[in-house]
């Protein structure tokens, strides 16, 4: 029987074949474009603003003022990617915050929310839309009766197309990302309906 014995030689560093290093990919974004395209529109609906409901039990006149609450206004987007082109690696679309549309033209023209962003990703994102001033009424209520406030207003809901350009810095190369946006484009055409009822009735 013949025994054979090997040994592994011990490899230092400096003599390991070099291996190639991942490259580090970084990205900006250095254009983005809003645009409409087949099934993409506004749309219109109604929201319900928090109601008011102000007794007088007394015999005489009652007076209160009532502050119409537009606080409760929410901004809503949520980017949708078109996925039939796979993303480059590295390419995290969600990490960017971006200016969304704030109002449409007639000419395909648009303007952006300047003083907020929200991030180029899917999950739908609110902020407070911070509609500026406030309605105060200043009302009467008759003896033995009740009035009640309530209010609306028109929220316009945008779907639309949009075209993202991001560069790696590193290798200059350039990626289009397209997809559609869903969000809220405006609030407008408030409406405060004052209705007076008997206090123990339910009738007008």
Same mark, same amino acid.
Not at 117 to 123: M, V
């Given at each position: 029987?013949?025994?054979?014995? *090997? ?5 230092? =560093? ?11 990919? &970084?990205?900006?974004l ?6 409409? +395209? ?14 008011f ?6 015999n005489?006149? +009652? ?7 537009y ?21 995290? =679309? ?8 704030? &109002? ?12 907020k ?10 902020? =407070? ?7 105060t ?8 009766? /009740?009035?009640?406030?309530? +209010? ?7 779907? *639309?197309?949009? /075209? +993202?350009?991001?560069?790696? /810095?590193?290798?200059?190369? /350039? ?22 009822? =008997?206090?123990?009735?339910?009738g007008?």
């Open positions: 029987m013949l025994l054979f014995s *090997c040994s592994k030689e011990n490899v230092s =560093p400096e003599n390991e074949e070099p291996q190639d290093q991942p490259i580090v990919r &970084d990205y900006e250095i254009d983005l474009k809003y645009f409409l +395209a087949d099934g993409d529109g506004i749309d219109t609906t109604i929201v319900k603003l928090p109601d409901e102000l007794p007088n039990t007394g005489t006149l +009652a007076k209160q003022d009532v502050k119409v609450n606080d409760e206004l929410m901004m809503k987007s949520k980017f949708m990617i078109d996925t039939e082109s796979p993303l480059s690696e590295g390419l995290v =679309p969600d990490t960017f915050q971006v200016q969304v549309p704030f &109002d449409w033209y007639g000419d395909g023209s648009y303007g952006v929310y300047t003083k962003t929200f991030p180029l990703t899917a999950g739908i994102k609110e902020e =407070p839309y911070g509609m500026t001033g406030d309605e009424l200043h009302l009467q209520i008759p003896p033995k009766s /009740r009035i009640v406030v309530t +209010a609306k207003i028109d929220a316009y809901l945008l779907k *639309c197309s949009f /075209r +993202a350009v991001f560069k790696d /810095r590193t290798t200059g190369i /350039r990626d289009t990302v397209m997809g559609k946006w869903n969000g809220t484009l405006r609030y407008n055409n408030s409406v405060v309906r004052i209705d007076e009822y =008997p206090l123990a009735g339910k007008k």
